[in-house]
């Protein structure tokens, strides 16, 4: 690093925390007029000190430093000029992130190492750097967790259930994750079935990895309901290959789409003469097993159909070929929704969802749903979520200090074009656990869109600045648009070096998106920028704590949940606080349907 000194000084401004960092260059009389400004980049921006003109030195950063609460990036800052000052980008970059724990500096020794001044980001930027060990450990155990469980076609976990209780084989203390505990019955072919505590606080059970021998009962296998309990069966004790990033470039490689030719906004399907599918070259009924990358296709011109069952990664769902004067959309003025929530497993998000489905609200409201996690548990009777080859760990950080997690969505997107039930509505509506969301209220907004259906689609921006991910509402075409173009997209924004576009915001992406850009900011520019799915915006689509701009479209604040017309509100992240604006909203529609039938009355 270079030497700290007061002609070497830039700082970074970011509300109001500052990092100065240390960079040295000589520039020209006419380069030293251009940088005098102040030169902005999103919420952050870069501040010369008084007199640096006169010593030609650099006084702006020529890094942009980012945070996460697991890394720290270091981020060249886009300037005007894409001649010579280009060569400014990339001086400094930070000190390596600690691997280990004992890498780990003191507070104050980190604190004088990154000249982090006095701000409301300070603490946070500390706990940043000393959790980066414990984030890279987890991430490492949890993606070779996936890997397994995907090459092995691990069965669901089941949630509050109890197998072979009081046939224990051993026990073994310590185990923190479910699916670690299933791992290791697996390799113990003595092992036909296993459960783990997932209580908290309980002494010789918390933690721990219970696995069991066959029972004295027909099929060696006992059922038993018991809260604070996970149990479940082994996995394949014989592995194959399967799909998996291995770069992330691969990311973007999505499938492609199953009958996307065919499909011509069908709505809710009615087939009237089944026919055998043909599932590429297997004459068999199926979804799209995970670790086969296969989409359902018909042959001859048919359309594909979703039918019973469901893909959690490795069962067989099941698919239908239609002839196409078969298929159908029933009489319906409301348009149909599929909607979908992933969520991270053995978490407050489990927590909520679990609450949303007992409550049959939310995405239980609307025509179809499926739940995706790295996890397949089963949280309740008939209700499993789906795997999604990704470990779900994510950092924060980026250009807008933001959950960089569109890595993971596309793993969400490639199971959601592989499982195929985005074909059997004319809207598929991704939503967040901690969103409070109202499907009745949403259809009456989207009848409003019928003209976009479409051609290349439409999708739904909920929020002045741009789409943010708390809910997200894609028309079948504009879901077809994004996964025939995400390659495209990566080529046209990732890895492009700093230009124009960059000072005129488009926000183009430099560098490797999925180290830059959380998910929602990634899909609305590559949707916007390079297919021809209409964006339009939905004023009342959106109400949260995040999205700066709609206050001029309510009276009411987001955390009142009072705008009778909001489709969604966010974060709730407490289940009572989630009920209450919940019970909130049930009470407006109420009162609403009442004052429409008094009227009614009195005509």
């Not at 952050?44 to 720290?72: D, E, H, M, N, Y």
């Not at 969505?409 to 598929?428: N, S």
């Not at 789409?467 to 648009?481: K, M, N, T, W």
Request: proline share 5%; net charge neutral; with cysteine.
């Amino acid at each position: 690093m270079l030497p700290v000194s007061s002609e070497r000084l830039g700082v970074l401004e970011l509300d109001d925390a500052e990092l100065h960092i240390p960079v040295e260059k000589e520039l020209t009389d006419a380069e030293a007029r251009e940088m005098a400004p102040i030169l902005s980049l999103g919420s952050a921006r870069a501040v010369a000190s008084p007199g640096w003109g006169s010593s030609k030195k650099l006084k702006v950063i020529a890094a942009l430093l980012l945070t996460c609460s697991a890394c720290i990036v270091a981020v060249p800052l886009a300037v005007q000029s894409r001649h010579g000052l280009m060569s400014l980008l990339g001086l400094w970059t930070a000190p390596p992130m600690p691997t280990q724990k004992d890498q780990v500096e003191p507070y104050h020794r980190w604190e004088h190492d990154y000249h982090v001044q006095p701000g409301k980001l300070k603490h946070s930027l500390y706990k940043v750097y000393r959790n980066h060990p414990i984030f890279l450990t987890a991430k490492q155990i949890l993606t070779g967790l996936v890997q397994y469980q995907t090459s092995h076609d691990c069965p669901m976990q089941e949630l509050g259930v109890d197998l072979n209780k009081g046939y224990d084989l051993r026990s073994i203390p310590g185990i923190t994750y479910a699916g670690i505990c299933q791992k290791i019955c697996t390799e113990d072919w003595g092992c036909v079935a296993w459960s783990w505590g997932l209580v908290r606080n309980a002494p010789e059970f918390s933690d721990v990895c219970f696995l069991k021998r066959a029972a004295a009962v027909a099929g060696g296998i006992v059922r038993n309901n018991a809260t604070g309990v996970v149990g479940g069966l082994p996995c394949n004790r014989y592995g194959h290959g399967f799909w998996w990033a291995w770069q992330k470039s691969d990311f973007y490689k999505l499938p492609a789409p199953a009958g996307a030719s065919m499909v011509t906004d069908l709505g809710v399907i009615q087939c009237d003469e089944p026919l055998h599918h043909h599932c590429q070259d297997e004459h068999k009924e199926c979804c799209a097993p995970l670790h086969l990358d296969k989409t359902a296709k018909c042959a001859g011109g048919l359309v594909p159909v979703r039918q019973a069952g469901f893909c959690n990664g490795s069962d067989d769902g099941k698919f239908t070929c239609c002839r196409s004067n078969s298929v159908s959309k029933p009489k319906n003025l409301m348009p149909s929704v599929h909607c979908v929530m992933l969520f991270l497993a053995y978490s407050s998000e489990q927590d909520l969802l679990v609450y949303q489905h007992k409550r049959q609200a939310g995405i239980f409201q609307c025509d179809s749903h499926a739940i995706y996690s790295s996890q397949v548990i089963q949280l309740a009777p008939g209700l499993v979520s789906r795997r999604i080859p990704h470990s779900m760990q994510a950092e924060i950080g980026g250009q807008f200090a933001t959950v960089l997690n569109l890595g993971i969505f596309l793993a969400l997107y490639r199971q959601l074009i592989l499982d195929g039930d985005y074909l059997k509505t004319d809207w598929t509506i991704k939503v967040d656990p901690d969103t409070v969301f109202f499907p009745s209220r949403l259809r009456k907004s989207l009848s409003n869109y019928n003209f976009g259906l479409g051609d290349a689609g439409i999708y739904l921006n909920n929020c002045p600045d741009g789409l943010h991910g708390p809910i997200e509402v894609f028309s079948q075409r504009s879901f077809l648009a994004l996964a025939e173009n995400a390659q495209k997209c990566y080529e046209l924004m990732d890895n492009k070096p700093c230009d124009l576009d960059c000072q005129a915001k488009r926000l183009v992406c430099i560098g490797n998106c999925t180290d830059w850009w959380g998910e929602d900011i990634w899909v609305d520019r590559c949707l916007d920028l390079y297919t021809n799915a209409k964006r339009m915006f939905s004023r009342h689509l959106l109400q949260e704590a995040h999205c700066v701009g709609t206050e001029e479209y309510s009276t009411h604040s987001w955390k009142s949940c009072k705008d009778p017309r909001t489709v969604a509100f966010h974060p709730f992240k407490a289940k009572d606080d989630w009920e209450e604006c919940y019970r909130t909203v049930e009470s407006i529609e109420k009162k609403t349907a009442s004052d429409k039938l008094g009227r009614f009355v009195m005509k």
